[in-house]
């Protein structure tokens, strides 16, 4: 990682690798922290984490009103919930995938009959 200064004393350290990662530092204290690219998003087969339910719309392209319909009736993501925020985990996103994935069977045809 590579560290620098800045005129107030800040120290942060940048990594550029693919899951880019900055720390700033005050006084030895972690001020903030900053991820970027692939890690941020989560990568495709994550285990742990958890996305919003804005971040599971946009990714599958469903409204929020079909969501909600869908949890309704039993046919949504299991969800996270922690206090009132609602999280969906990597996880269960991957499982709900799987499950509404339709499978089809192929047409008979004349020589299968």
């Known amino acids: 990682m590579a560290d620098t200064r800045n005129a107030v004393g800040k120290k942060a350290e940048q990594n550029h690798g693919p899951h880019a ?9 972690v001020e903030r922290e900053f991820v970027h690219g692939p890690l941020a998003r989560g990568p495709p ?3 742990l984490g958890a996305m919003t ?8 392209n469903i409204d929020r009103k079909t969501l909600y319909v869908l949890r309704r009736d039993g046919n949504g993501p299991d969800v996270l919930l922690i206090g009132k925020k609602v999280l969906i985990p990597f996880r269960s996103a991957a499982e709900w995938e799987a499950r509404m994935t339709v499978r089809r069977e192929p047409k008979p045809t ?3 009959i």
Not at 21 to 29: F, H, N, S, Y
Not at 53 to 60: D, G, M, P, S
């Open 21 to 29: 990662r900055m720390t700033i530092e005050v006084q030895g204290q």
């Open 45 to 47: 087969d994550a285990e």
């Open 53 to 60: 339910i804005a971040q599971f719309c946009t990714r599958y």
């Open 110 to 112: 004349a020589e299968t």
